[in-house]
T-cell receptor, first 113, second 113 residues
């Protein structure tokens, strides 16, 4: 089992640019989550999917953020336009059901200059 | 709404000392409770879990008991090692409504040789 894969560990972009973060969940996991981690706010749930369908995006901070899951093995989180306050570590996680733990990727550290 | 409160860190201990990290929660019903650990540069990984009242989760010498009467899930280890140095997160997943895992702020543990 390869685990949750976030292939980009560090992403640096300039303010105003579009940035796309990518995630491959564990095969067979029906739930996929995007979290953001900052020192000030800790871990925040941005959005989660069940069977590729977005279920709750109430944590997405602004319309600048969007997420998709075109199939069971791939999801993206896009920020357009990016701002310096978006700088954080973005984690993708997947799971099978609410009694089971979340399996996290190693995260993508985003820096917006 | 649901919430998790855990003791602030950092916690600094000498090797072989006893560890307790307090965690209390607010939730309706019987949520599933988890402890996760995060090492530098990595995602969170499950340490232990408990899904019903009075259950004890255990792993790698760590233990926590689901106490419904005190809404607590304190983490303990009898003898810590330098390799236990990490950030520990208490978390809950509600058993009704959305699959939205709530994390505590995290407690950083330093273990000195």
């Amino acid at each position: 089992d390869a685990g949750v894969i976030q292939s980009t560990r560090h992403e640096v972009t300039e303010m105003g640019q579009e940035v796309t973060l990518r995630c491959k969940p564990i095969s067979g996991h029906d739930y996929l989550f995007w979290y953001r981690q900052t020192m000030m706010r800790g871990l925040e749930l941005l959005i989660y999917f069940n069977n590729n369908v977005p279920i709750d995006d109430s944590g997405m901070p602004e319309d600048r953020f969007s997420a998709k899951m075109p199939n069971a093995s791939f999801s993206t989180l896009k920020i357009q336009p990016s701002e310096p306050r978006d700088s954080a570590v973005y984690f993708c996680a997947s799971s099978t059901n609410r009694d089971s733990p979340l399996h996290f990727g190693n995260g993508t550290r985003l820096t917006v200059t | 709404g649901d919430s998790v409160t855990q003791m602030e860190g950092p916690v600094t201990l000498s090797e072989e000392a006893f560890l307790t990290i307090n965690c209390t929660y607010t939730a309706t019903g019987y949520p599933s409770l988890f402890w996760y650990v995060q090492y530098p540069g990595e995602g969170l990984q499950l340490l232990l879990k408990a899904t019903k009242a009075d259950d004890k989760g255990s792993n790698k010498g760590f233990e926590a008991t689901y106490r419904k009467e005190t809404t607590s899930f304190h983490l303990e280890k009898g003898s810590v090692q330098v390799s236990d140095s990490a950030v520990y997160f208490c978390a809950l997943t509600p058993n009704t409504g959305g699959f939205k895992t709530i994390f505590g702020a995290g407690t950083r543990l330093f273990v000195k040789a």
